[in-house]
């Protein structure tokens, strides 16, 4: 490591809260999927910023609307108008099928005012109505009330008292689920591929079900798609590859391709449980923001783009398929769609991970055993080779132990 790499290293030890465990990598610029740390060394980029660089680095569109929207105005009050803003809300109503755009800061902020929405339309029915469902293994966040809606207890520890009102059941069990509804149900929120916990998809018909379940006990069916949304299923919104609507998506992550946003989009119905003064923000929807939004929301919903996604999607599935099959007492399980996939190891993989970062390929492993792959939806199948290749060679040294 370099003097420059030490001293940035001291510098946040010094400095910086530690609530991330780092790679002892410095990052300096990238383009398209490949990155550079500050000594020059180069990386394939497999985990796109966790599914934000979208566009990959450095595209030139996104870089130019940047440019131009800060010498134009950089923030602007939400109490007046900005055609930024305006252009993006109408672009997320028209391919969401919904009613009303609310832009925030992240996905937690999202999740956050899909919560109190939600809270605020039930309740003007029933003040009892407060029931939210979400799914063990979830991740919403990690403000309190989207903490409280994760479904994994060890982010919830020494944090208590947590906010009530959230219930938890299996993803993929309809069964469950309905035991758990009933008239005092408000809604049930659930990622429609979950990502943090596993890269898990809905089972054939689950997303269906839990549609009518909803309808049956008039709750609304809000669909997190923090992480699976914005093309990266293969569809804009994944919820389009399972024949269900919600009442109310979430997006944040890839939305402005690396520039912080996030929104919540609900139906006509549900957007006028909220009046002025019921949400805010300061920065949400700046203009900024919303400049680089656009710039994704008229470039990944093209048919083109989707289909790329689609066939590299497969293709990167197909050459992980074959991997389980070479090394089965290594690989338990492939799964995912589009360019949110997931290989399932019976060996902790952080080692692979840390092994693969040593030969220039940024990987990551969530709950352990997973090999989550988000890359950003530009990549090549000559960058997918690369990436099957180095597990070829990870997965054979670690079969010979």
Known sequence: MSDLDNKIFAEDKASYVPVFQRYKVVLDHGKGAEVWDVDGKKYLDFLGG???????????????????????MLHCSNLYYTQPQADAAEKLVKLSGLGKAFFGNSGAEANEGAIKIAR?????????????????MSFHGRTYATLTATGQPHYQEGLGPVPGGFDYVHYNDLEELEKMMSEKTCAVMLETIQGE??????????????????????????????????????????????????????????????????AFVVTDEVANAFGPGDHGTTFGGNPLA????????????????????????????????????????????????????????????????NQALEKGFILNCTVGKV???????????????????????????????
């Not at 966790?50 to 134009?72: F, S």
């Not at 890359?375 to 070829?392: F, K, R, Y």
């Open 290 to 353: 919303c400049a680089a939004a656009n710039v994704i929301l008229d470039t990944i919903p093209q048919p083109e783009f989707l289909q790329h996604v689609e066939e590299t999607g497969a293709y990167f599935k197909a050459g992980l398929e074959r991997l389980a099959k070479k090394y089965p007492a290594l690989v338990k399980d492939v799964r995912g769609t589009g360019l949110i996939l997931g290989m399932e190891l019976t060996i902790p993989g952080t080692p692979i991970v």
């Open 371 to 401: 090999l989550r792959f988000i890359p950003p939806l530009i990549v090549t199948n000559e960058q997918v080779d690369a990436v099957l290749g180095v597990l070829d060679e990870l997965l054979g040294a670690a079969a010979e132990k």
């Open 120 to 136: 605020k339309w039930a309740t003007a029915q029933d003040p009892e109505k407060v029931q939210i469902i979400t799914a063990w």
């Open 197 to 262: 916990g596993g890269v898990y998809t809905p089972a054939p018909g689950y997303l269906e079900g839990v549609r009518k379940l909803c309808d049956k006990y008039h709750a609304l069916l809000i669909l997190d798609e923090i992480q699976a949304g914005i093309g990266r299923s293969g569809k804009f919104f994944a919820y389009q590859k399972y024949g269900v609507k919600p009442d109310i998506v979430t997006l944040a992550k890839g939305l402005a391709g690396g520039v912080p946003i996030g």
């Open 50 to 72: 966790i599914a934000v660089n979208v566009l990959g680095h450095d595209d030139p569109r996104l870089v130019d609307a940047i440019t131009k929207q800060a010498h134009k």
